[in-house]
């Protein structure tokens, strides 16, 4: 689960971070008087959406040299305006896609006086099964860049889970982040514009004082919460010395949930794909993509090589859909009917392989969806495993429009040429 920057700000402000003030607002009506609650003079007016690249975004209804999604404010009566050209319109990013997201809250933050641009993030290193922090002194909007052309300026530091984040790990993040050292010249970009010439001297410490605070309390914030991922993007030198959150993106594990209520209050669901929040309640994993042709299978490494196959032959898939091992005729009949309820998909490939999975529970989940909402698009079903027999049977019997596989590949030949 995600939620946006302003309540990540705020979940780390009650582990004691450093935030800038800010007020959220979903209207323009609101945005003189939260402008009036900062001290300015200069404000940030940030579009709220789940998706990165909010700076270098465009508003698909707003002049093409337009600003971008988060914009300076050097008065009050330029904030409204801001508030009043981005809020309902769509931000298209590179994350969004081309169809945007629209921009239904902002937050209007004080403005930094900023030195230097740091990247500092959190998660589970799958390399190691243990948090670890990934941090660069290239902080900012090009880190997607550092990543592909400089990935050797990006250092991860692997936390021990039995001793915490120690003074020894402290000092290697902030020997990584370089706050130790002379300061470098800041990049010029949308965060810094008050940055730029030349760096003044200034003491290693309070830099690195604030971070033997800050990263424990980043990494227990992580811990606590069951985080999947903790980004500070950038994280900021200030004039004087001091560290600054200057943005925040939370993901949480989902599977953790139920342990955190006060978390799971956070969720904004117009973020969410509504088929995505639909397959939710019926506990189904399911993300939409961008192609036409549905999938339901069960088992994440046989839904990815289903989709994979998929792509082989020249189509591309339109969701990944796994319903489990145990999955009941209702179950997977809700997954064939939020499928089927995507008007994207052209055709649907059902994959099983029985295990624990029944093939004969999976034959009669698809055969009461079709005949609730009927069957507009090529099926194609390719059944193996336990009760394999029974399963084509009720199939066959059915008097539907199913085109059967013998395996996989033949499956995937199938569709691809019954949408094409």
Same mark, same amino acid.
């Given at each position: 689960m995600n939620i946006?920057?302003?309540?990540?700000?705020?979940?780390?402000?009650?582990?004691?971070?450093?935030?800038?003030?800010?007020?959220?607002?979903?209207?323009?009506?609101?945005? &003189? /008087?939260? %402008?009036?609650?900062? #001290?300015?003079?200069?404000?940030?007016?940030?579009?709220?959406?789940? *998706? $990165?690249?909010?700076?270098?975004?465009?508003?698909?209804?707003l002049p093409a040299d337009a600003k971008g999604g988060v914009r300076l404010a050097f008065s009050i009566e330029e904030a409204v305006k801001h508030a009043k050209e981005m809020l309902g319109n769509t931000l298209v990013t590179a994350?969004?896609?081309?169809?945007?997201?629209?921009?239904?809250?902002l937050y209007i933050e004080d403005g930094a006086d900023i030195e230097r641009e740091l990247y500092c993030s959190l998660l589970v290193d799958r390399a190691t099964g243990r948090v670890s922090?990934?941090?660069?002194?290239?902080?900012?909007?090009?880190? &997607? /860049?550092? %990543?592909?052309?400089? #990935?050797e300026?990006?250092?991860?530091?692997?936390?021990?889970?039995? *001793? $915490?984040?120690?003074?020894?790990?402290?000092?290697?993040?902030?020997?990584?982040?370089?706050?130790?050292g002379a300061p470098k010249p800041v990049k010029k970009g949308l965060f810094s514009?008050?940055?730029?010439?030349?760096?003044?001297?200034?003491?290693?410490?309070p830099a690195a004082r604030d971070g033997e605070s800050l990263f424990p309390i980043l990494y227990k914030a992580f811990v606590d919460k069951d985080m999947s991922m903790l980004e500070i993007n950038p994280l900021i030198v200030m004039k004087d010395g001091h560290l600054r959150v200057l943005d925040a993106k939370v993901s949480f594990d989902g599977n953790a949930l139920f342990r955190?209520?006060?978390?799971?209050?956070?969720?904004?669901?117009?973020?969410?794909?509504?088929?995505?929040?639909?397959?939710?309640?019926?506990?189904?994993?399911?993300?939409?993509?961008?192609?036409?042709?549905?999938?339901?299978?069960?088992?994440?490494?046989?839904?990815?090589?289903?989709?994979d196959?998929?792509?082989?032959?020249?189509?591309?898939?339109?969701?990944?859909?796994?319903?489990?091992?145990?999955?009941?005729?209702?179950?997977?009949?809700a997954a064939f009917k939020i499928i089927t309820a995507d008007p994207a998909v052209q055709g649907i490939l059902v994959n099983i392989f029985g295990g624990i999975m029944k093939c004969d529970v999976i034959a009669e989940g698809v055969v009461a969806a079709v005949k609730e909402v009927?069957?507009?698009?090529?099926?194609?079903?390719?059944?193996?495993?336990?009760?394999?027999?029974?399963g084509k049977r009720i199939l066959n019997e059915s008097g539907l429009a199913i085109t059967a596989a013998d395996d996989l590949d033949d499956a995937a030949q199938k569709i691809v040429a019954a949408v094409g």
């Open positions: 946006h920057e302003y309540q990540a700000k705020q979940v780390l402000k009650g582990f004691g971070a450093p935030v800038a003030e800010g007020v959220a607002i979903t209207s323009a009506d609101q945005a &003189e /008087a939260a %402008a009036r609650q900062l #001290p300015g003079p200069l404000y940030v007016v940030k579009s709220q959406i789940h *998706a $990165g690249g909010r700076g270098k975004g465009k508003f698909k209804e994350q969004t896609g081309p169809a945007g997201k629209q921009v239904n809250r922090f990934v941090v660069s002194t290239e902080g900012g909007m090009d880190i &997607e /860049a550092v %990543a592909h052309d400089t #990935p300026k990006i250092q991860t530091i692997v936390i021990d889970p039995e *001793a $915490g984040v120690t003074a020894a790990d402290v000092a290697r993040i902030n020997a990584a982040l370089d706050l130790d514009i008050f940055g730029g010439g030349k760096p003044s001297a200034r003491a290693s410490s955190h209520e006060d978390m799971k209050a956070l969720r904004d669901e117009t973020e969410e794909d509504a088929k995505e929040i639909e397959a939710s309640e019926w506990d189904l994993a399911y993300v939409a993509l961008d192609g036409n042709i549905g999938c339901m299978v069960n088992g994440a490494g046989l839904a990815m090589a289903t989709m196959i998929i792509k082989l032959y020249g189509k591309e898939p339109a969701n990944f859909c796994d319903v489990g091992g145990g999955a009941s005729k209702e179950k997977v009949a009927g069957l507009k698009v090529p099926l194609v079903v390719r059944l193996e495993g336990t009760n394999v027999t029974e």
